[in-house]
């Protein structure tokens, strides 16, 4: 890893030598934006995170969008490896298929950070993402505190094999663990709004008794709440997570309980300010962790 990344400083270094001393002196560097799919708010954002922060740093972007498909994104890790990009930026659609894209990456002798989620193999300089562990437990804490740690728990979980889906449950299951609910449900609706309706109908129809709702992002929590709210379970406390507009919206009108906010677009912003040290020659940590905040009404 340390040798790898000195290649790419010395290379830069070298060029800057040349044509100048930052991105801005130099003909714009162009960063790769690779993202698991822009049908989803939560990356919209992340997108404009990062744009807006490139451009304040004089760098282009070229930005690919994988649409939620693990081949499509291998695809478009070799597209973007013979755009003349300096480096990529990596949000995996899931962990382990990010290994492919990672190691095309690596084989072109081109430097990737990953972003949100994380990969499973291959060579990355970094990984920006919240601490998606310490946002599960945000969340059963305020459950345990509204419900005095007793009841009925539905658990909806995003994309199986994604690094987020596995640390937010991991988080949220190991903060239930000193309360005394009963997790009747725990099932896949793969982060998307529709799937966590059907899914949240589904669970509705052989579980009545149910309490609280903790769905893997808000996508899954803004669907289960339109099918509790369709059965007159209104009183059904639901938290989301990634605290994108409708949530944070759904929240102030008193719909949804809570949202994890991860605030996607200071994480683009925070990973291009992880590329740009690097094209700079500065070294960087091997995680970046972004705040989270819970929002509530």
């Known amino acids: 890893m340390k040798k790898f990344l000195s ?4 290379i830069i270094l070298s060029s800057s030598l040349l044509v100048g001393c930052t991105p801005k002196d130099n003909d714009a560097k162009k960063i790769g934006l690779i993202v698991s799919t822009l049908n989803n708010p939560f990356f919209v954002d992340l997108k404009t995170g990062v744009e807006n922060k490139a451009k304040e740093l004089g760098y282009e972007v070229v930005v690919l ?3 939620n498909d693990p081949a499509k994104e291998v695809s478009n890790m070799e597209d973007i490896s013979v755009k003349n990009v300096d480096i990529v930026l990596l949000n995996p659609v899931d962990s382990d298929s990010a290994i492919a894209s990672v190691m095309i990456a690596n084989n072109n002798d081109l430097p990737v950070i990953t ?11 970094s990984h920006v993402a919240s601490d998606n562990i310490a946002g599960g437990k ?12 007793k009841g009925n728990i539905v658990e909806l979980e995003g994309i199986a094999g994604s690094s987020a ?3 937010r449950g991991a988080g949220f299951e190991e903060g239930i663990k000193k309360s005394e609910f009963n997790l009747v449900a725990k099932q896949s609706a793969d982060f998307d709004r529709t799937k966590g309706l059907s899914v949240m109908e589904n669970i509705i129809q052989s579980k009545d008794n149910i309490d609280a709702v903790f769905a ?28 994108t507009e409708d949530a944070v919206e759904s929240v102030k009108k008193g719909k949804m309980a809570a949202t994890v906010a991860q605030q996607p677009i200071l994480i683009g912003e925070t990973a291009v300010d992880a590329v740009h040290n690097v094209l700079i020659g500065k070294d960087i940590d091997n995680y970046i962790p972004v705040e989270l905040k819970l929002i509530t009404k």
Do not use: C, Y
């Open 7 to 10: 290649i790419i400083i010395t």
């Open 65 to 67: 969008d994988s649409q």
């Open 115 to 125: 972003v949100d989620r994380a990969a499973n193999g291959g060579k990355v300089l």
């Open 138 to 149: 945000m969340a059963a804490d305020f459950l345990m505190d509204k419900l005095n740690r």
């Open 165 to 167: 889906t596995r640390d």
């Open 216 to 243: 893997q992002n808000d996508e899954m929590a803004l669907g289960a709440q339109k099918a509790l709210e369709a059965a007159n379970m209104k009183n059904v406390l639901v938290v989301g997570f990634d605290a």
